[in-house]
């Protein structure tokens, strides 16, 4: 069996989906594969913070309206060390922009329905397991297996956007020569840890601690995620319940302050590692968000990273498919790749922030010190608070 389209997705992630929707909304034609069920893609607990330039986006295409009726408006951040507290007003600081507190699998939920409604085409359990990309005027193939069946069939399209994540078959179809990729492993891990638990806080928290960096993220008004740093190739199995929350209580600990604990139910130690392909079109094949970069959970950013690739593609597509020039297409990847290497740079700057060398060995004790500087900047200098409210805020567009 062979189908044809103009545009053969792969992955039905954050990218995926909203690529999808505004390729339909715009008149190109588009197949959305996945290789999960759906009941997965809509209960997959991962990101929730959402930048204001994400939900203008997903707005202009109608697909904001869960996110703002149900999301939670956060502008402003605290950080404890030392046993003291203070907050970052970075909404005020930013010009009144805020994020949405959104989970990411509700969002997922509204751009399937959205999908649906719009009767656009979305195969649930069918992994792309192959792919041939040629130059842009030849298009490309995607050959699609059916996990019920077993059965296949190829899809013809003039292009092919991989948004199937790092793990997906689309990165993996490019040869290294021409990725390029610079990485980054971190050399400390994050236990992430999720919990029918309500939020002990209204603002996000970031603790610096001398034995490791600790979190309490924001998801809903009775669920919360927290973060651990842990040791790298450490194990989820070595926390238990009780290690994780005297832990969480050990380090978040301000005056007059309790955490509220309850049912752990999920926890797992991150891989933490910063992933930049230096191009994200190879022909008719364009890269998506976590296909072509990953970046390390601080700042809440990958989520948005995915989102605006895929606007920007979506707009860069439909000038194609409409006026047949391609040099909004030919500049996806170099708009996206400046874009997205400012989030790194930030997120790494954040994870310098939040972590330092545990014990006395080399320059560990230098490196407290220097966090504690840089702490201290934030608290007392309006220009570097503002500084860090703009780079977490996310730009206006
Ligand atoms: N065929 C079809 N689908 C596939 C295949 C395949 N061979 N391989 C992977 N997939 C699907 C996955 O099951 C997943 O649903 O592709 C989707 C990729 O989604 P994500 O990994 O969420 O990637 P992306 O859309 O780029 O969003 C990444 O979201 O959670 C945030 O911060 C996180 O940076 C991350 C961002």
Known sequence: MHIRTQVGI???????????????????????VETQPRAHVVSRARAALVEPRTVVALDRYGLADGLLSAGMPHGSCEFRGNGERFSVPYSVLAGGRYHQVYPQQLLHADLIAARDAAGGALYFQHAA????????????????????????????????????????????????????????????????????????TTDIVYALHDDGYAGHMLR?????????????????????????????????????????????TQRNVLDMRSYMSTRMDFGSLFLVGDAAHTITPAGGKGMNLAIADSVALASALTHYFRAGGTDRLRAYSAERIADNWRSQEFSHWFMQLLHTPAGEAGDASFMRRLRSSRLDMLRSSTAHASAFAESYVGPAR
């Open 220 to 264: 809903t008004s009775t669920v919360s995620r927290y973060y651990l740093q842990c040791p790298v190739g450490d194990s989820a199995d070595n926390w238990s319940d009780d290690r994780i929350w005297s832990e969480l209580e050990r380090r978040l600990a301000v005056p007059d302050w309790k955490l509220t604990t309850g049912r752990i």
């Open 129 to 200: 397991v192959a792919l041939k990309a040629g130059d842009l005027s030849e298009g490309g193939t995607i050959t699609v297996e059916s996990a019920q069946s077993g059965s296949r069939f190829d899809i013809e399209c003039d292009v092919i956007a991989g948004c199937d994540g790092f793990h997906g078959v689309a990165r993996r179809a490019v040869p290294l020569e021409h990725l390029r990729p610079r990485v980054k492993q971190h050399d400390f891990g994050w236990l992430a840890v999720l919990a029918d638990a309500t939020p002990s």
């Open 10 to 32: 792969i992955g039905a992630g954050p990218a995926g989906l909203t690529l999808a929707n505004i390729l339909t909304a715009e008149g190109v034609d588009c197949i959305v």
